[in-house]
């Protein structure tokens, strides 16, 4: 399983981003997609995530309101959108993969992961 996780960048507090996360080499067609951040100093923490197998989603409270995850099966690609963006969102970004149709809320039982993308908000 490859993921590469793309779209970081800068922005100004109260800005937008959109990340996408094309995945490939699966071996089932029900697999669930995480975003997970990591800031600096801080521990890995599961942002949302998205099953593919009925559309079901998962949002961390920091996220609910302000982001957004969404799939396109046909692309295999999931993608983060990102609104009124804060300095406190400023981390590496990654998505991760697990199998079957359930979201795991600790980035310890997500499988496989991209490299990451930084996003940095400040102004």
């Given at each position: 399983?490859?993921?590469?996780?793309?779209?970081?960048?800068?922005?100004?507090?109260?800005?937008?981003?959109?990340?996408?996360?094309e995945a490939s080499g699966?071996?089932?067609?029900?697999?669930?997609?995480?975003?997970?951040?990591?800031?600096?100093?801080?521990?890995?923490?599961?942002?949302?995530?998205?099953?593919?197998?009925?559309?079901?989603?998962?949002?961390?409270?920091?996220?609910?309101?302000?982001?957004?995850?969404?799939?396109?099966?046909?692309?295999?690609?999931?993608?983060?959108?990102?609104?009124?963006?804060?300095?406190?969102?400023?981390?590496?970004?990654?998505?991760?993969?697990?199998?079957g149709s359930t979201c795991?809320?600790?980035p310890k039982y997500y499988?496989?992961?991209?490299?990451?993308?930084?996003?940095?908000?400040?102004?």
């Open positions: 399983v490859q993921l590469q996780a793309s779209g970081g960048g800068w922005v100004r507090p109260g800005g937008s981003l959109r990340l996408s996360c699966f071996t089932t067609d029900y697999y669930s997609i995480g975003w997970i951040r990591q800031a600096p100093g801080k521990e890995r923490e599961v942002i949302s995530c998205i099953s593919t197998a009925d559309g079901t989603t998962y949002y961390g409270d920091f996220a609910k309101g302000r982001f957004t995850i969404f799939r396109d099966n046909a692309k295999s690609t999931a993608y983060l959108q990102m609104n009124y963006l804060k300095p406190e969102d400023t981390a590496v970004y990654f998505c991760a993969t697990v199998d795991p809320t600790a499988h496989y992961w991209g490299q990451g993308t930084l996003v940095t908000v400040s102004s």
